[in-house]
């Protein structure tokens, strides 16, 4: 089945960096646009980033333009979202998405939580 599967979130102090990662499995990987959503407490759900399948567009909220970037590697099957900067407000659980469309991704995995402290 298909499983999506983040890894490398944490507690950091405003202005640090840090890394995640998503393991994909059980479907065409390479055939799909990955991305990575946010969800704050008491807020929706947004969009962060995603990176296309083809051509490797990257397309980003502006929230984080500039601070964050988006890379993946086909063969190990795994999408990666760099954060820099990092600010209080982007305390959130962050979500690794897979789908034809990054704004309405298929596929979600189960999340991994950001504390940035100020």
């Known amino acids: 089945q298909v499983q999506l599967v983040e890894s490398g979130g944490g507690l950091v102090q405003a202005g640090d960096s840090l890394s995640l990662s998503c393991q994909a499995s059980g479907f065409s990987f390479r055939s799909y646009t990955m991305g990575w959503f946010r969800q704050a407490p008491g807020k929706d759900r947004e969009f962060i980033a995603a990176?296309?399948?083809?051509?490797?567009?990257?397309d980003f909220a502006d929230s984080v333009r500039g601070r964050f970037t988006i890379s993946r590697d086909n063969a190990k099957n795994t999408v990666y979202l760099q954060m820099n900067s990092l600010k209080p407000e982007d305390t959130a659980v962050y979500y690794c998405?897979?789908?034809?469309?990054?704004?309405?991704?298929?596929?979600w995995g189960q999340g991994t939580q950001v504390t940035v402290s100020s």
């Open positions: 998405t897979a789908g034809l469309s990054s704004q309405d991704p298929e596929y």
């Open positions: 990176i296309s399948h083809i051509e490797r567009f990257t």
